[in-house]
């Protein structure tokens, strides 16, 4: 039932991948050693997977005394081990084998370098280890059976009448392992040491025991490994989990799922305690409380997420500034180009405010999106428009902050911590890329329109038509001088030509600079119009590349790790 419910969901593979991907992703946000811990299992498995899939490894694990020896002996059907007197007896592991052929790189992998060839013809593909004492005064008995438990498909857990309820046992082993329980045993042995009805209450007692560990499945054997009782029944449970060759994968299964829980109690802890490793992890399908996928964030990235800032930036950035630079530059260029002849020349005494700002000229024109070094950056890219204010800076750093605490709602701890960090992560470079951004665009601010030329000849026929008029008008004072005889003067109506041309022209050419003055100041206001648009369209995108972009990348990260988080803990 267990296999088939597996094949409904991701294949192993997959699921060893994800956690994988998991580490990967969470790796610089998330505690090293829950990191660390998701890389070991994944690569545990896949070395696990990689060796002989036809051998499945059981350790008989437990307490100095409880007969862990005396029951590979008897299951191997010789004296293989030493069982002594003196406590612990066993130091190193050993391995029985029903059929090894092939097992040779397994056990290497194991490091189990004592190997025999059990006498026992049945449990064929059955490897055998006998461990030493799991609570052993002596380091190097604990270390290797912390070892081994962290490799094996099966673990045998062998207990005494005294000692089951030990809790060195519970607390260290068995309340952690809970997600294994499909890869355990417990073997109650020494039970010809019990009267006969007390066996039966102290296997209850014991189940009542493993219940309490979240163990309550697992099965419990009494045996006694000095009388053969209940040892038919071992070999037949071993003989079965052999046979069906699953115990290494559904143990690799409940490694990732603990290590994918252990990744995700890491993202909920915030700094808290982390639970211990696999705690509750083998709940399959349960979910986390109060965290976890399900949650998700709150809000991510709001389309105007960044309005605040982009307003800040401009300020800062001094765009109201620029706009109306733009606006009198071009109302002043429009004079110098279409003003009244007699006067637009000391219009040219005056600076242009836009040129001012070294904005709209040619070197800044050349829009070289990325430039090489600092050095050119300074002469291309910047623009003379005053610096930032402190408060304008503070503005923009609240208002960074904001985007990153608004991306960060409903995002558990330390992935909101990456998420704050992102957005502040180009912080340093944000004010010289929007300078440049606003160098860069006000690009077509100088373009002349057309009209300023056709006025601009106008401007000077009129000026040609009043200096003919002065200059006849000369002439005719200058013979009067002379008491010349005047030669006849034409008129329009009642006014002399050359009088008609004089004043004409002059009122001509005032009018037409006061009326140019006027499309000039529609078009500067439109002009600026435009290039506030062009400004602030520059100041998202930059906004939008060195802040949104990092927060959507690490908000995209954090979605892929939840997505591998569940896929390794099989919730899909
Ligand atoms: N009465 C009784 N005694 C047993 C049984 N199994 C083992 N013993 C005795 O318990 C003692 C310890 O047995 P071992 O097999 O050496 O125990 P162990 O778990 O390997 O001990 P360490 O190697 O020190 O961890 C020995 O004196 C055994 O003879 C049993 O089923 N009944
Ligand atoms: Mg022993």
């Avoid at 790796?27 to 499945?56: F, I, N, Q, W, Y």
């Avoid at 293989?80 to 029903?98: E, F, H, M, N």
């Avoid at 733009?326 to 005056?350: C, D, E, N, S």
């Avoid at 609240?398 to 909101?416: C, F, I, K, Q, Y």
């Amino acid at each position: 039932m267990k296999l088939l419910r597996r094949k409904e969901g991701p294949s192993l593979d997959t699921r060893v991948s994800a956690l994988l991907e998991a580490a990967t992703l969470g790796d610089g946000r998330l505690p090293e050693e829950a990191v660390t811990a998701a890389r070991a299992v994944a690569e545990r498995a896949g070395a696990r997977a990689g060796l002989s899939l036809d051998h499945t490894v059981a350790a008989l694990a437990g307490a100095t005394g409880s007969g862990k020896s005396s029951l590979y002996n008897a299951l191997a059907g010789q004296e293989l081990a030493a069982v002594g007197v003196t406590r612990p007896t066993t130091s190193t592991a050993q391995a029985a084998l029903w059929d090894g052929e092939g097992a040779g790189p397994l056990l290497d992998w194991l490091d189990v370098p004592h190997r025999h060839s059990a006498a026992d013809a049945d449990g064929s593909g059955l490897v055998l280890l006998d461990l030493p004492d799991h609570d052993s005064i002596r380091l190097s008995h604990r270390l290797e059976v912390d070892r081994l438990v962290e490799l094996v498909d099966l673990l045998v857990w062998v207990v005494d009448p005294q000692k089951y309820a030990d809790a060195a046992l519970h607390e260290r082993y068995l309340r952690p392992l809970a997600g294994h329980r499909d890869v355990m045993l417990v073997v109650l042995n020494q039970v010809d040491r019990l009267p006969p009805q007390a066996v039966e209450r102290c296997v209850g007692d014991l189940r009542r025991l493993l219940e309490g560990d979240g163990l309550a499945d697992v099965p419990v054997l009494a045996v006694s490994a000095r009388t053969g009782e209940g040892m038919a029944g071992l070999r037949e449970v071993l003989g079965e989990r052999v046979a069906a060759r699953a115990s290494w994968a559904a143990r690799l299964g409940a490694d990732v799922a603990a290590a994918a829980a252990h990744l995700g109690a890491a993202e909920g802890g915030g700094g808290g305690e982390v639970p211990a490793l696999e705690q509750g992890s083998g709940r399959g399908l349960e979910k986390g409380p109060g965290r976890g996928p399900e949650q998700g964030p709150g809000k991510g990235l709001g389309k105007g997420v960044d309005k605040g800032l982009r307003e800040a930036l401009a300020r800062a950035a001094g765009v109201p500034l620029v706009v109306e630079a733009v606006a009198k530059g071009h109302r002043h260029r429009a004079v110098v180009a279409t003003g009244w002849p007699v006067t637009r020349w000391l219009r040219r005494f005056r600076p242009d405010p836009l040129r001012r700002l070294r904005l709209g000229t040619t070197a800044v024109q050349n829009a070289r999106p990325q430039l090489p070094s600092p050095g050119d950056a300074e002469i291309v890219g910047r623009t003379s428009v005053p610096g930032a204010s402190a408060v304008q800076r503070a503005q923009v750093e609240t208002a960074l902050r904001d985007v990153g605490e608004s991306a960060a709602t409903g995002l558990p701890g330390p992935w909101a911590t990456a998420v704050r960090h992102a957005a502040r992560s180009h912080a340093t470079e944000l004010m010289d890329a929007v300078d440049r951004a606003i160098a860069t665009t006000s690009l077509d601010a100088t373009r002349r329109p057309r009209w300023w030329s056709a006025v601009n000849a106008l401007q000077w026929l009129v000026f040609a038509a009043m200096l003919a008029g002065a200059l006849w008008l000369g002439v005719l004072f200058g013979m009067d001088y002379l008491r010349l005889p005047q030669p006849p003067l034409p008129t329009a109506g009642p006014v002399p030509w050359p009088t008609v041309l004089l004043a004409g022209g002059a009122l001509a050419g005032v009018l037409v600079a006061l009326l140019s003055r006027l499309l000039a100041w529609l078009g500067g206001r439109r002009r600026a119009r435009r290039t506030g648009r062009a400004l602030r369209t520059a100041i998202a995108e930059v906004s939008d590349r060195l802040v949104l972009e990092p927060v959507r990348a690490e908000l995209d990260r954090h979605a892929r790790f939840t997505e591998a988080l569940r896929l390794a803990r099989a919730e899909v």
